[in-house]
């Protein structure tokens, strides 16, 4: 079975609890600790065999074989991906059963980060994810105050909700842009400052 590693908690020893996002589910495992087992690191893409224990623990992560992505050697692009994982991990660790989008979000994105600018890559899955929930709000009016909003600018708050500056405290985006982010789910449109602060508004939470 193949899985990204979404998260790990230090159990006994040098053990370790790792929360596995798979085709359908998010799996929580034991690793125990060996010293000819490999080592298992947030983020990484890996194949394994799950080994039910009889009684009332957690199932045993066995057979770990990675399955690396080229960048995870380039720190800054490993440090973006870290912190999408973290998010998705939040927004995930009370589901049991998954439809497999969010497996084959993190395929096409492990993908995507080994060429592409790391914050658009994440931002252009994240506003995928928003589709498929149904969360891509319209960007007619605020949020906040429900009143119509300016067709030159926006701002966006956690969760890309469109509200006025003045109602959400942050600075505008331009909304033309922004609707061609939301509609083509494309940041082509979307200019190198414009994505780091999309990057800040998506880093409060998905
Ligand atoms: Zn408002």
């Known amino acids: 079975m193949q899985g990204f590693i979404l998260h790990t908690l230090k159990a006994r ?25 490999s080592i298992v690191h947030l983020g990484h893409k890996i194949d394994f065999e799950e ?15 990675h399955l690396g992505f080229k960048f995870l050697y380039d720190l800054e692009r490993l440090k973006i991906w870290h912190n999408f994982l973290k998010l998705l991990y939040k927004h995930l660790k009370d589901v049991e059963k998954l439809d497999s989008f969010y497996f084959e979000l993190l395929d096409d994105l492990s993908k995507k980060l080994t060429k592409q600018n790391p914050k658009r890559g ?20 605020c949020y906040f105050c429900n009143e119509l909003l300016s067709i030159e600018e926006i701002a966006l708050s956690r969760a890309f909700l469109p509200s006025h500056s003045r109602c959400s405290y942050s600075k505008p985006f331009n909304q033309k842009n922004i609707k061609e982010l939301f509609n083509r789910g494309d940041s082509i449109f979307v200019d190198d400052e414009e994505v780091d602060r999309l990057w800040d508004v998506l880093l409060e939470g998905f």
């Open 51 to 65: 080994q039910k224990d009889g009684g009332n623990f957690l199932p045993r992560l066995r057979n770990v074989t």
């Open 122 to 141: 994440c931002l252009e899955s994240y506003i995928k994810l928003l589709q498929h929930e149904g969360r891509i709000h319209s960007l007619e009016r």
């Open 13 to 37: 020893d040098e053990d370790l609890i790792v929360m596995i996002l798979t085709k359908n589910s998010l799996k929580t495992l034991y690793r125990f600790y060996g010293a000819r087992h």
